[in-house]
């Protein structure tokens, strides 16, 4: 089943086009890697995939929901995890997952269980009552994702999630991932990592507001007969 459905998506802004007829699906429970340089055109497509900003023309569909009419019914749908930290460091632990439960309209005592799922499962139990700004950025990070995935959307978007963190905790944040993705809720990332998109089961590269080149990791190397996925990528900006 397709979670993300998009056809000839143009965004313009004046006559800029940041998205220039963008076409990809994206199916239910997978590990999407959506890659680009800086000004390819990312942040704009998931602003558009979250419900933050209209496409100039196109077909864009998210959890079954229309781009253009449904943008509230999309919100409610998904999970975001910005690449700037964005819960409240001068608040606990429990407190931010409290705050975020309610926005996302949980119940008390739904937000309570599912909190302590979730600690549980980082092994972040014993943190509960600490202020989130004295702990180290890694765990941070960790909390965010798992603050975006509280209400069990059916995606939830990534834009550099790993950013500024050590390659361990990278690794550890990504078994994460794989976790959440078992469970059915479809990832989409973004990253500059590009040893990042070998986790994933299809990756799609930007250029220029283009898409040029999308299929599975492995298919991608032996295409651009390349060792990885960065040299996939170099290959392609050097065209």
Same mark, same amino acid.
């Given at each position: 089943?397709?979670?993300?459905?998009?056809?000839?998506?143009?965004?313009? &802004? *004046?006559?800029?086009?940041?998205?220039?007829?963008?076409? $990809?699906?994206?199916?239910?429970? !997978?590990?999407?890697? &959506? %890659?680009?340089?800086?000004?390819?055109?990312?942040?704009?497509?998931?602003?558009?995939?979250?419900?933050?900003?209209? +496409?100039?023309?196109?077909?864009?569909?998210?959890?079954?929901?229309?781009?253009?009419?449904?943008? #509230?019914?999309?919100?409610?749908?998904?999970?975001?995890?910005?690449?700037?930290?964005?819960?409240?460091?001068?608040?606990?632990?429990? @407190? =931010? $997952?409290? /705050? $975020?439960?309610?926005?996302? *309209?949980?119940?008390?005592?739904?937000?309570?269980?599912?909190?302590? @799922?979730? %600690?549980?499962?980082?092994?972040?139990?014993?943190?509960?009552?600490?202020?989130?700004?004295? %702990?180290? %950025?890694?765990?941070?990070?960790?909390?965010?994702?798992?603050?975006?995935?509280?209400?069990?959307?059916?995606?939830?978007?990534?834009? !550099? +999630?790993?950013?500024?963190?050590?390659?361990?905790?990278?690794?550890? /944040?990504? !078994?994460?991932?794989? #976790?959440?993705? =078992?469970?059915?809720?479809?990832? $989409?990332?973004?990253?500059?990592?590009?040893?990042?998109? #070998?986790?994933?089961?299809?990756?799609?590269?930007?250029?220029?507001?283009?898409?040029?080149?999308?299929?599975?990791?492995?298919?991608?190397?032996?295409?651009?007969?390349?060792?990885?996925? @960065? #040299?996939?990528?170099?290959?392609?900006?050097?065209?």
């Amino acid at each position: 089943m397709k979670i993300i459905e998009v056809e000839n998506l143009v965004k313009k &802004f *004046g006559s800029f086009v940041a998205n220039d007829h963008l076409t $990809f699906s994206v199916e239910e429970g !997978e590990i999407y890697g &959506f %890659l680009g340089a800086n000004g390819a055109g990312k942040t704009t497509t998931m602003k558009i995939l979250c419900g933050l900003s209209s +496409p100039t023309s196109g077909k864009v569909m998210v959890a079954g929901y229309d781009v253009y009419h449904q943008t #509230e019914m999309i919100k409610k749908r998904i999970g975001y995890m910005s690449q700037r930290f964005s819960l409240f460091e001068d608040l606990t632990v429990w @407190e =931010n $997952f409290q /705050f $975020f439960g309610g926005i996302y *309209g949980l119940p008390a005592a739904k937000i309570r269980e599912r909190t302590t @799922e979730l %600690l549980g499962r980082l092994g972040l139990g014993g943190e509960r009552n600490q202020i989130l700004g004295s %702990l180290p %950025l890694g765990w941070k990070q960790k909390l965010a994702f798992s603050v975006a995935i509280l209400h069990r959307p059916s995606i939830v978007f990534l834009d !550099e +999630p790993t950013g500024g963190v050590d390659p361990i905790t990278r690794r550890q /944040f990504w !078994e994460i991932i794989y #976790e959440t993705a =078992n469970q059915g809720i479809t990832v $989409f990332v973004t990253t500059h990592y590009m040893d990042e998109a #070998e986790y994933c089961r299809r990756v799609s590269i930007m250029a220029d507001g283009k898409i040029v080149a999308l299929d599975t990791p492995a298919n991608l190397k032996a295409k651009y007969n390349a060792a990885n996925i @960065e #040299e996939v990528f170099l290959k392609i900006a050097r065209n």
